[in-house]
């Protein structure tokens, strides 16, 4: 009994030795803007009771959704294109490579400048910092699909396009899944850090706003809700990951 619900008594044992340290730290002052646990949950419910919360998820949700499902697209058939051509390969993966690499935090005045300061720039943010997990992750995923299977398929006279849309594509699908989770994960980072550097609105508007005003539950409120909002998303994404592809998440049966 006690092993069948072993992960879940941990994730709660850690998420209460986490908190718990939190409003340790906060009642040990450890710095003027280092609000307690209790004292940022009180200002969360405050900003869920007005409202305001949602108001401003529903902001940060419009360039977070559009950028996802452009890099999804792009950055799939860019990822299949690559695992397929050498000579692709050769040309466009060692952009993708730099750009996950690269500090693109420092392209957002030069998006900026070009774009504005409207929700196109917004949406690029998401783009580069979600395109590059999803790019490699399907090219690798492409790349190494077993031989064996590929063969096969030639033996049996498949086509080209046969062999890539019956054997290659549903090998490599949750690889590419998973990498799509990842870029999702990424998207968030780059959603509330155009927020934070291009215009404050949505949920960056409220952390920028309690930080000027030195409102610090406040703004680790809205903090503790991004986070908490990715990993219940990414939760969601994994369980379905996991409902399309349960076939590949064998689980060991102990004696």
Avoid at 81 to 107: C, N, T, Y
Avoid at 233 to 249: A, D, Q, T, Y
Wanted: hydrophobic share 55%; glycine share 8%; charged share 15%.
């Amino acid at each position: 009994m006690f092993l069948r619900y072993r992960p879940l008594l941990l994730k709660i044992l850690s998420t209460v030795l986490i908190f718990g340290a939190w409003e340790i730290a906060g009642r040990a002052g450890v710095s003027f803007a280092f609000p307690t646990f209790l004292e940022s949950m009180a200002a969360l419910w405050g900003l869920t009771v007005e409202g305001t919360i949602f108001t401003a998820y529903a902001e940060t949700l419009k360039p977070l959704a559009v950028g996802i499902v452009i890099s999804a697209f792009i950055g799939i058939g860019l990822g299949v294109w690559i695992g397929l051509s050498r000579k692709f390969d050769w040309l466009v993966s060692p952009i993708f490579i730099v750009m996950q690499s690269a500090p693109l935090a420092a392209l957002i005045p030069l998006l900026i400048m070009v774009y504005g300061i409207g929700l196109t720039s917004k949406v690029f943010v998401v783009c580069i910092m979600a395109m590059p997990v999803i790019v490699l992750n399907t090219a690798g995923a492409v790349r190494n699909t077993p031989v064996h299977l590929i063969e096969m398929g030639q033996s049996f006279l498949g086509t080209r396009r046969d062999i890539i849309l019956k054997i290659i594509m549903p090998s490599a699908s949750p690889i590419i899944f998973a990498g799509l989770r990842l870029g999702v994960s990424a998207g968030f980072i780059g959603a509330i850090l155009a927020e934070l550097k291009i215009t404050p609105t949505g949920v960056g508007d409220i952390i920028t706003y309690s930080r000027s005003i030195a409102d610090y539950p406040n703004m680790y409120a809205a903090i503790f809700s991004i986070i908490v909002f990715a990993v219940l998303f990414l939760n969601f994404v994994e369980r379905i990951e996991n409902f399309l592809f349960k076939g590949n998440n064998k689980e060991l049966v102990s004696d």
